[in-house]
């Protein structure tokens, strides 16, 4: 079965750096579109990033560019997030997702203070 496992989440202080990752399983990951949302208490999951099955295309949350780097490795079936000049409104759950079928990670709790 589908499997998106998400880690690399933590607590960090302004301006720190974190990078998240996504080990996806059950599915032809190279095949697929992928994205990351996130997610604070009472809101909706929001859009961060997303990037093509090759790696070549990706697209952002305009609140982050410039400062998030999605990438992927297509060998080790890895979604990864890369959070540079993390801000406390960067605070929330972070989810891995798969598109095609609406999958979802567990998600990877990033905190953001001093």
């Known amino acids: 079965q589908v499997q998106l496992v998400e880690s690399g989440g933590g607590l960090v202080q302004p301006g720190g750096s974190l990078r998240l990752s996504c080990a996806a399983s059950?599915?032809?990951?190279?095949?697929?579109?992928m994205r990351w949302y996130r997610q604070t208490p009472g809101a909706q999951r929001e859009f961060v990033a997303a990037i093509s099955n090759s790696g070549q295309d990706t697209s952002y949350l305009d609140t982050v560019k410039g400062r998030f780097t999605i990438s992927r490795d297509n060998a080790k079936n890895i979604l990864y997030l890369q959070m540079n000049n993390l801000k406390p409104e960067d605070t929330a759950v972070y989810y891995c997702?798969?598109?095609?079928?609406?999958?979802w990670g567990q998600g990877t709790q990033v905190t953001v203070s001093t």
């Open positions: 997702h798969r598109p095609r079928l609406n999958d």
């Open positions: 059950g599915f032809t990951f190279s095949s697929e579109l």
